[in-house]
């Protein structure tokens, strides 16, 4: 597959006002540059954001390769960063070489416990967009189970399952082997990243694969089908977006902005669904160098939710983002990947979620309506 080669920067405008908006204790402090160079009133802010090759990273497409009305609005010149997966991103934190990143939930549970870096919106819901897959003449459709899930422990115990470790997908994997009464000690996992995971099991490697959107219709086009998805086993797959703690203490504001211009995206992606689908191809061949067909787009329109900021601020103030979060960190500690001190110590910080950069997007969108 060809690896992106493009970055993407736009200049736009910005309102910067010299209140500090609070974090959560133990969240939102850091050092170094803060992911970009600070600006004076009315000038612009230069950072780089990190996507993957995601529907998810398509609001801040949107944002930085369209309308330039929509572009001059912020005051925040991003350039779009393309990450193969989730950690890689983390560890780019103690750099502070990214404002802001749209990641899945269990690296951002790594980044919070590490680097406390402040969730600060929700980019999409893609739990009906992560699942197991096998070759489709596999005895684990033999067995329908009442969740609409296939397979009983027989069939995967003992088992290869190629995915990318570290991620939403060994989530999305170890809830469903809990279903059966397994545990990820049952089976063999190797670690690849999605595109690798792919060429391998299509070279006859492993039993089962895990795949992600939009690598996950690739997978069905190749004949591969669905054994369970993490939507019916009860894995949250939520991408977030996790902010920059320096910058975020230091000039809420540029985070504030740059949550408002992507809401220009996910409010034409939510008025217009599966028409957007031919948008949604070019942006997936344009940003990732991914051929995806108008067919599979709108497949992915349809399994991923996109929230207006509204609506992630009701995720983050009714509690159902924290809810999911601790179901997350819950599965880190099952892993001993987690202590139970460690789980305590995001249990408090709040999970390092921060709704306050939402309340001035939603200010900073509005008066830009005016």
Known sequence: MKRHKKTWKVATAVVMSAAMLGTLAGCGGGSGSGGGSSSAEGEVLSVEGGFQGQIDAWSAYYATNTDPSIQEKYGIDLTMQYFDSGMPMVQTVPA??????????????MSAL?????????????SRANAILAREDDAVFDTENDNGTFGKAEDMKGKTILTTTV???????????????????????????????????E?????????????????????????????????????????????????????????????????KYNEEGKDLAPDISAFFSDWAAMNITEEDAALDIEAHDIYSLEDQKELLESGDLLKALQGTAE???SQEQYTAEEKQQLEDKGYCIDSSFLDKAIEIKADKAK
């Open 96 to 109: 502070n070489q990214l404002a802001i990143m749209s990641n899945g939930s269990v690296p951002t549970l």
């Open 114 to 126: 590490r680097y406390d870096t402040p969730i600060v919106g929700v980019s999409s819901n893609e």
């Open 167 to 201: 991620s939403t997908g060994t989530y999305t994997l170890s809830k469903y082997l809990e279903t059966l009464g397994l545990k990820e000690s049952d089976v063999t996992v190797k670690n690849l990243e999605q595109a690798q995971a792919i060429a391998a099991f």
């Open 203 to 267: 070279s006859g490697e492993g039993d089962y694969l895990v795949l992600w959107a939009p690598f996950l219709y690739t997978g069905i086009e190749k004949g591969w089908k669905e054994v369970a998805n993490a939507e019916q086993v009860g894995a949250d797959c939520m991408m977030l977006w996790v902010a920059d703690p320096k910058l975020a203490e230091e000039n809420p504001d540029a985070i504030a902005s740059l949550l408002a211009m992507f809401d220009e995206g996910a409010t």
């Open 331 to 333: 599965y880190f500690v």
